[in-house]
């Protein structure tokens, strides 16, 4: 048996507030979007490097105000790339915690990021 990576489905409430929080700050992309008719809910698929959500504008789907726990490398390019970017609803810091470096950015939907950087050598 082989367990694959999970992908995170994030609720949101806005496509424009969404695009704006994950791709123009984030730097995420958009792979793709489906709709089951004009008039209907967002579902779609981000990606920036190996991390992949899912953005779902379904009731059903996933708790506003949930946490993703994302571990990286060179949170500190991250930090500067995001204060550059200056965003006006988010100005996120990097706090050092006993497990490692952490970046927490919070979506306009109450959903928090945490990029964390493991201490060196682990």
Known sequence: MHLARAIPIIRIFSEQKAREFYV???GFTVEWEHRFDE?????AQVRRSDLILHLSEHHGDATPGSTIFVPMHDIDALHAELQRKDYKYGKPGVETLPWGRVLETVDPFGNRIRFCESPKGE
């Open 24 to 26: 123009d700050f984030l």
């Open 39 to 43: 008039n209907f809910p967002l579902y």
